[in-house]
T-cell receptor, first 112, second 116 residues
Framework: LAKTTQPISMDSYEGQEVNITCSHN???????ITWYQQFPSQGPRFIIQ???TKVTNEVASLFIPADRKSSTLSLPRVSLSDTAVYYC?????????????FGTGTRLTVIP | EAQVTQNPRYLITVTGKKLTVTCSQN?????MSWYRQDPGLGLRQIYY???????DKGDVPEGYKVSRKEKRNFPLILESPSPNQTSLYFC???????????????FGNGTRLTVT
């Protein structure tokens, strides 16, 4: 089971770049790393996904080192609306559909 | 609009009174799943389904039942609810076809259940 470990919470001021790191030491060869964002009383929402190196989209960047045992979600210039819980998820053919571990996520609070 | 729809959003019931939470998706996804979310415990998987008539237990299946008679629907059934099933429930779906477990999950907006 590819479990993940993330910081429980982080605070940041508006306009700063935020980096949230996730540890996944047991990641399997074919596993992908996916990040989700969850606002209060809403379901998690897909942000970004990657397999190795760096992935960037209009919302965030994902950095994955060569050993793939961790990953870092980078949110550029956060605003108050980025206050949410962020989940790192690891999964692939070897992990199985019943072993998608969400954990407790990282609660990001953006301060004015 | 592609979406996962759960009903009801809020439900208050009493111990032992059978209830069903419905989940429907319009994306023709093979994979559907139910999660419960509790403070300090994160999201935990209850049941999942890889396709019609194929269901299996997740991490916390006790006290729950599911069925998958049609591709789009995946109801969660509590035959005899108890107070420890008070929680926020989410349904999710994904393509996940042919072992493509990297496909993102699409979540509904949740059902907040209170059992007294």
């Amino acid at each position: 089971l590819a479990k993940t470990t993330q910081p429980i919470s982080m605070d940041s001021y508006e306009g700063q770049e935020v980096n949230i790191t996730c540890s996944h030491n047991n990641i399997a060869t074919n596993d992908y790393i996916t990040w989700y964002q969850q606002f209060p009383s809403q379901g998690p929402r897909f942000i970004i996904q990657g397999y190795k190196t760096k992935v960037t989209n209009e919302v965030a960047s994902l950095f994955i080192p060569a050993d793939r045992k961790s990953s870092t979600l980078s949110l550029p210039r956060v605003s108050l609306s980025d206050t949410a819980v962020y989940y790192c998820l690891v999964g692939g053919p070897q992990t199985g559909a019943n072993n998608l571990f969400f954990g407790t996520g990282t609660r990001l609070t953006v301060i004015p | 609009e592609a979406q996962v729809t759960q009903n009801p959003r809020y439900l208050i019931t009493v111990t032992g009174k059978k209830l069903t939470v419905t989940c429907s998706q319009n994306m023709n996804h093979e994979y559907m799943s139910w999660y419960r979310q509790d403070p300090g415990l994160g999201l935990r998987q209850i049941y999942y389904s890889m396709n019609v008539e194929v269901t299996d237990k997740g991490d916390v299946p006790e006290g729950y039942k599911v069925s998958r008679k049609e591709k789009r629907n995946f109801p969660l059934i509590l035959e005899s609810p108890s107070p420890n099933q008070t929680s926020l429930y989410f349904c999710a779906s994904s393509t996940f076809q042919q072992g493509a477990y990297n496909s993102p999950l699409h979540f509904g907006n949740g059902t907040r259940l209170t059992v007294t």
